[in-house]
């Protein structure tokens, strides 16, 4: 398997735009988590999804953030309008099982600047 | 409440000598304990994981961590650093709270590893 791929790799975008992040899982894997890094927070726990449905949404920053799971093969991550301070590492990982007792298996990530 | 507090940013070992990174969690459930190391610009690869299991856990590259209750700690051991062990290392810990998987990261600490 060719593991967590996440697109793109690195976005560069200006204020006010909109950003689309993507993510495919492991094939198998049921859930789905996104992930924001940065230096000031450390790792954030974003969403989660178990067979496609958010569980838990609650450390999506704001309503400008929106995560979706059309199927079991694909998630996205968007946010608009973009801001400076959304600038991170987004991270996107997927589990068999829920996080408690699985390995969680992460993406390469993806590298937000915003301007 | 689920917390986990990694006591140090930076721990910095001669290669050959021994790794100690030390992780308190708290939790008012049985918890999962994990830790995973991230190299420079790549996602976050498990070392090893807890889950009420042996209170010994043996992973990857030669880590090992014991769990105790008791003292609520995870530390991450390992008897001699090698040069690529050099990166950040996060103890996550993860239980069930509300009907609801909950995870938690520590802040991280960097391992530097001197010739």
């Known amino acids: 398997d060719a593991g967590v791929i996440q697109s793109p790799r690195h976005e560069v975008t200006e204020m006010g735009q909109e950003v689309t992040l993507r993510c495919k899982p492991i094939s198998g894997h049921d859930y789905l988590f996104w992930y924001r890094q940065t230096m000031m927070r450390g790792l954030e726990l974003l969403i989660y999804f178990n067979n496609n449905v958010p569980i838990d949404d609650s450390g999506m920053p704001e309503d400008r953030f929106s995560a979706k799971m059309p199927n079991a093969s694909f998630s996205t991550l968007k946010i608009q309008p973009s801001e400076p301070r959304d600038s991170a590492v987004y991270f996107c990982?997927?589990?068999?099982?829920?996080?408690?007792?699985?390995?969680?298996?992460f993406g390469p990530g993806t590298r937000l600047t915003v301007l | 409440a689920q917390s986990v507090t990694q006591l140090d940013s930076h721990v910095s070992v001669s290669e050959g000598t021994p790794v100690l990174l030390r992780c308190n969690y708290s939790?008012?459930?049985?918890?999962?304990l994990f830790w995973y190391v991230q190299h420079p610009n790549k996602g976050l690869q498990l070392l090893l994981k807890y889950t009420s299991a042996a209170t010994l856990v043996k992973g990857i590259n030669g880590f090992e961590a014991e769990f105790k209750k008791s003292e609520t700690s995870f530390h991450l051991t390992k008897p001699s650093a090698h040069m690529s062990d050099a990166a950040e290392y996060f103890c996550?810990?993860?239980?069930?709270?509300?009907?609801?998987?909950?995870?938690?990261f520590g802040t991280g600490t960097k391992l530097q590893v001197i010739p």
């Open positions: 996550v810990v993860s239980d069930e709270t509300g009907g609801y998987q909950k995870v938690t």
């Open positions: 990982a997927s589990s068999f099982r829920a996080a408690g007792t699985d390995t969680q298996y």
């Open positions: 939790s008012s459930y049985s918890p999962s």
